[in-house]
Structures are given as C-alpha cells and as structure tokens.
C-alpha cells in the first residue's frame, strides 16, 4: 500500500479528505456543517446534498480499498468494483434530486468523516469492518424510517429514490459480514485487525463527538441534528448478521437509550 497525505483533528490522525471540486466547503467535525431539524425546501436539499456527499465518499473508500489491496482474493476486490457502481449511482440519483430541487453542487458545507477514518486503516478487513459493516449498517438502520419522513412531507420521488438505494445497501453490509467471516476464519491474525479497526474508530468518534452545548454554522444545536434509529432487525438478518450479534446490538441500544433518553427520528 503506497503512502498517503493525513490530517489531524483534535488530536487525531486521520486520511486526508479526498478530491473535491472548489466549489465545496470541507467540514471536519459537525459544529462546522450546516442543517436544521425543521423540513424546510432549504433543509431538505441540505440532507440531500449531505447524503449525496456520503454516496461520493463511499464510492471513494471502495474504490481505494481496489487501490490499495490489489493482492486481495478476487471475489471480494469485485464486489468492492460492484459496490463503487452501485454507489456512484447513488450519488448521481440524489444530485439530479439536488437539482430538481433547485439545489446545487457546494450549496452546504460537506464532511468526508466515513473517508477519513476507514481509508486510515491499513488492511481491507479493517476498512469493510469501519466502512461496510459498522458505518453502512448503521445508515441501513436510519433508511427502515427515513423514506417515510420524505413521504409524510410531501415528496414520495425522494422517498422512492432512497428506498431504492436502501436495498443495494443491504448487500454492501452482506458482502462485508461473509468477508470479514471468511477471513477470520481461515487467518485468527485477522481477528486482531477486525479489533485494531474497531478501536480506532471508536477512539476517533469519541475525539470528534460535539462538545455540551456545541451548535452548528446554522446556530442549531449538533446534538438536534444527530440522527439515531433503533436496530433494524429484520435487515440486519437480510445482511447476515447472526442472531448473537444482533442480540449484542440490541443490548448497547437499550444501554445507550437508557443514557441518551429518547431517540431523536429523522
Ligand atoms: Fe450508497
Ligand atoms: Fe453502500
């Protein structure tokens, strides 16, 4: 794997962003971003814009993944080729709602955070553990509710688009769970990398969480903008988890409610 730029926020050293064009702001932490809780024709092309800013990253952390591990097995370098289409589509689906919706490229500020943390990690089953498994599993969780806000609002064709990226979604979860599986089982070293990832993310969220209080560039609170969803059960199944490891899922959610209070919805 050759070198690669870094950057370091609040302490911590992460890949540095990605290519954009000078038309975008590049946010690293949520105080820096701009979105309201309120379903507003402004905030409503803010969360697509936002969402279509992940399906570019995502793309980008597949891609690189194809990059960077050419000695990976074949059958996993072609689903991480299949899933860079699958998300490149997404990505263009959701700029054309952009557009439609009067918005454009660079209208908000945009976060490449999935980027900068999976493409850190130095292995493809620490990458799919981050990425794949941890950061896109828990967007699948926020997709079993999220369309239906969409509709309630007024706007089935964004619901539609978004159900539509919500299926391909469950297979790039899939595909991560029988790979990370896979590779543990025939190499226990592997086990170690699955660990290192899964630390190293939860170390970086915990250095970037929001301050008490902190507001983001629109003046609203981080924490009224932070979405959460319970577990999605029946597509975690869909996705292959096991049983037991939903049932560890379910458990932290109940733990975390319990601190948290009440989820926040879409
Ligand atoms: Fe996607
Ligand atoms: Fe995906």
């Not at 955070?113 to 493409?119: D, K, M």
Request: glycine share 4%.
């Amino acid at each position: 794997m050759e070198s690669f730029d870094t950057k370091v926020v609040r302490g911590v050293t992460l890949r540095r962003d990605p290519a954009r064009e000078t038309c975008f702001t590049i946010a690293d932490t949520d105080d820096q971003m701009i979105s309201w809780p309120e379903w507003t024709v402004e905030s409503k092309r803010e969360r697509i814009h936002r969402h279509m800013n992940n399906e570019m990253s995502t793309t980008e952390v597949a891609a690189q993944c194809l990059c960077d591990f050419p000695e990976a097995d074949w059958d996993l370098r072609m689903e991480l080729a299949r899933q860079v289409w699958d998300e490149s589509r997404h990505a263009m689906g959701l700029y054309r709602r952009l557009k439609e919706l009067g918005g454009r490229k660079g209208e908000f500020p945009i976060a490449n955070f999935e980027w900068a943390v999976s493409s850190y990690l130095d292995s493809v089953i620490g990458r799919i553990t981050v990425m794949n498994r941890t950061f896109e599993a828990g967007t699948m969780d926020l997709m079993a509710f999220i369309p239906d806000r969409w509709r309630e609002q007024g706007d089935p064709q964004t619901a539609e688009l978004l159900d539509a990226i919500a299926a391909d979604e469950i297979h790039h979860v899939r595909f991560a769970n029988h790979w990370v599986h896979r590779l543990c089982a025939e190499n226990k070293r592997n086990l170690f990398k699955v660990a290192h990832a899964v630390r190293f993310m939860n170390a970086v969220q915990e250095a970037l969480a929001p301050s008490a209080g902190a507001t983001n560039l629109a003046g609203v609170s981080v924490e009224d903008v932070t979405l959460s969803a319970p577990i999605n059960v029946a597509d975690r199944q869909l996705a292959d988890f096991t049983d037991e490891e939903i049932a560890v899922l379910l458990k932290q959610n109940d733990l975390e409610s319990l601190v948290t209070g009440e989820r926040k919805s879409a």
